[in-house]
């Protein structure tokens, strides 16, 4: 059985050094040879995850605890492998 994961303890949790990077991305061959596909593969991912942090705060205002936790646990499960890709 698998054992679960925990941002900050047994996934990678993002330091100083390695989100030096952000705001001043860099390109890996795989992304200068594609340029059109990677850029709308990121804008996707983007806007997935701005409309889920959307929904959360809505939620929140709402006061709808079931929904906050239903969309927090989305966040908490695609955040390390979104950053895992544009970590690298």
Known sequence: MAKSKK???????????ESAFLGKPIL???ENKELS???SHYKDGVSYLSFRIMEYLQAK???????????E???RACL???WEEVAT
């Open 37 to 39: 596909w990677w850029c």
């Open 73 to 75: 646990g989305l966040l």
């Open 80 to 82: 390390p492998y979104y």
């Open 61 to 71: 205002d709402d006061g709808d605890l079931e929904r906050m936790n239903i969309t």
């Open 7 to 17: 941002f900050g303890e047994n996934w990678f949790m993002p330091n100083r050094e």
């Open 28 to 30: 890996g061959d795989k």
